[in-house]
């Protein structure tokens, strides 16, 4: 059932993203099943979560922190974390880098842009994206490197308001991708989720964010 489900979800991508299947509130077996169909990014959305699941599975596994994140809690995804989807913020990222220093990594992280038309949704504005990569500070964070950018569209069943949304991030995108120094390398736009990956996948999502659809409703 897993298995059949992340296939018809690859074949639907065409290799143009890679997929990431979000985990959450789902028990280890089930997790075990999606690897043993062959899916190696995992996200989560809680740090509790993710530091418990992470020890009881494969050691190849690449765990992504796709939900807010605060800074007191970053210690503890620190070591094997591989990519942090959830950045909003300078103070949050120099945790990030302090935390990375301490266990001798460096650690990728993408910027969250609030994209929705919905104020319950964490993320920057884009003007404060485009300050924090040209601010001074970031060159002293050296544990740290931020990849692209990751945004969730509105929850509607308006699929050209979700396009509309995509494009304006993608946009962004690349603009900011134009920006590169030793910290900021633009290579991951992750956009897309059950509802709406295809329409991401189109507007140039290379990470997909795929709960509901693989292991059901949560
Ligand atoms: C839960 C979650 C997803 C996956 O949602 P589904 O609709 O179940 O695919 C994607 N991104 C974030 C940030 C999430 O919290």
Request: charged share 25%; net charge negative.
């Amino acid at each position: 059932m897993i298995a059949e489900r992340i296939q018809v979800i690859e074949q639907k991508i065409k290799g143009r993203a890679r997929l990431i299947a979000v985990t959450k509130t789902k028990p280890v077996a089930m997790l075990q099943e999606a690897y043993e169909a062959g899916a190696r990014l995992f996200g989560e959305n809680k740090v509790q979560e993710m530091a418990e699941k992470q020890p009881q599975l494969p050691g190849d596994i690449d765990w992504h922190l796709i939900g807010h994140l605060q800074s007191n809690k970053v210690k503890y995804i620190a070591p094997f974390v591989s990519l942090i989807h959830s950045i909003d913020s300078l103070k949050l990222l120099q945790e990030v880098n302090k935390q990375a220093l301490k266990n001798g990594r460096v650690i990728d992280c993408l910027l969250q842009i609030h994209v929705a038309d919905e104020e319950t949704k964490f993320g920057m504005l884009a003007e404060e994206a485009e300050a924090l990569l040209r601010s001074e500070t970031l060159n002293d964070l050296q544990n740290v490197r931020i990849v692209g950018l990751m945004g969730l569209a509105t929850n509607t069943d308006d699929e050209e308001q979700i396009r509309r949304e995509f494009r304006g991030l993608k946009q962004l995108f690349d603009k900011l991708a134009t920006i590169q120094t030793a910290q900021v390398q633009f290579s991951e736009l992750s956009m897309g989720m059950s509802g709406d990956y295809e329409i991401a996948v189109e507007e140039g999502s290379t990470l997909v964010r795929v709960g509901s659809a693989i292991f059901g409703a949560r």
